[in-house]
């Protein structure tokens, strides 16, 4: 769930079709690298041919009141078509991100999104009003999770409160065990699910709270599961403004300009001037039925 907050810096000068202003920022594609998986930005910036230019917005890490040294191994574990995590929130506390981590990202390269996690309620608080007063571009606050029965609810508890965006969806929760040892892979016992195995449900749940924040025109950035420009482009007509890209960089850190080009291309082919235009066409049974009676 994300809730953005503040004005951005203008952003050098972006590719016309993929741009977008999502609540007042400005980013060069709908692409965001999503928390935890790209560290504080820098994590894949020494690979060869990786710039975050490609994508029009980077989340942090998520980021507690204090430090926090994360869950005992095993943290992560490959599974079909994805990956279990239960990292336990490892980062170094919301006072060194702001005093030394943000001075070094460089703004003109796309949008910071910071990630907020705590155990309370006033932690969420404190951590939010430390990047409230940084230079941070936005803040998403983690907490609309897919693991529950009608995501719609939360979704529009989440606009009743003011919320300018929605993120959705997180990992699925899951586990996978050793049957020598019989004891749970992951040290945490249970993780996230990310990867395409998720992908289906996260798209569902894009479409559910497309129905609520749709009317408000509250963008959403949809996310799991997403490795192509096709995977991309069904977030969108689904609902999403902008598309998260997280577990796909473990397997082609380069991905984002593959899914960037496949996005343009379909926009030239179908004779859109801008991705924008695309966001919630979802043709359904019904609309197909009235353009029959009405056709
Ligand atoms: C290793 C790892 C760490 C993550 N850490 C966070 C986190 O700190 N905060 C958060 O809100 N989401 C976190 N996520 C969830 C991702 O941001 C994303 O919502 C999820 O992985 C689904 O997208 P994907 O299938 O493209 O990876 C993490 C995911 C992974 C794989």
Do not use: W
Not at 65 to 81: D, F, I, K, M, Q
């Amino acid at each position: 769930m994300a809730s953005l907050e503040k004005d951005a810096p203008a952003q050098a000068a972006a590719v016309a079709p993929l741009a977008l202003d999502f609540c007042g920022l400005q980013f060069a594609s709908p692409i965001v690298l999503l928390s935890g998986c790209v560290g504080f930005g820098e994590e894949y910036t020494r690979i060869e041919g990786f710039s975050n230019r490609d994508a029009g917005a980077v989340v942090l890490k998520g980021t507690t009141g204090s430090a926090r040294l994360g869950n005992p191994p095993h943290r992560v574990y490959e599974t079909p078509a994805g990956m279990l995590n239960a990292i336990g929130l490892q980062n170094p506390g919301v006072d060194h991100v702001v005093r030394v981590i943000l001075p070094q990202l460089d703004f003109t390269e796309t949008r910071f999104i910071a990630n907020v996690s705590g155990s309370t309620i006033e932690e969420y608080v404190e951590v939010t009003r430390r990047f409230d007063a940084s230079p941070i571009d936005a803040v998403e606050v983690n907490m609309l999770s897919p693991n529950q029965t009608d995501i719609r609810e939360n979704a529009r508890r989440c606009i009743e409160a003011g919320t300018d965006a929605l993120a959705v969806i997180n990992t699925v929760m899951g586990m996978a065990i050793d049957v020598e040892e019989r004891r749970p892979v992951i040290g945490n016992v249970q993780g996230g699910l990310s990867g395409p195995a998720i992908k289906p449900i996260a798209l569902l749940k894009v479409h559910q709270v497309y129905e609520v924040a749709g009317p408000h025109r509250i963008p959403i950035i949809g996310q799991g599961g997403i490795t192509t420009a096709q995977d991309a482009l069904e977030f969108i007509i689904a609902g999403a403004t902008a598309v998260g890209v997280g577990t796909a960089l473990f397997y082609d850190p380069l991905v984002c300009r593959r899914i960037n080009e496949g996005i343009a291309t379909y926009l030239a082919a179908h004779g859109l001037a801008n991705v924008t235009e695309l966001v919630g066409t979802l043709r359904t049974a019904k609309d197909l039925a009235d353009c029959a009676l009405s056709g």
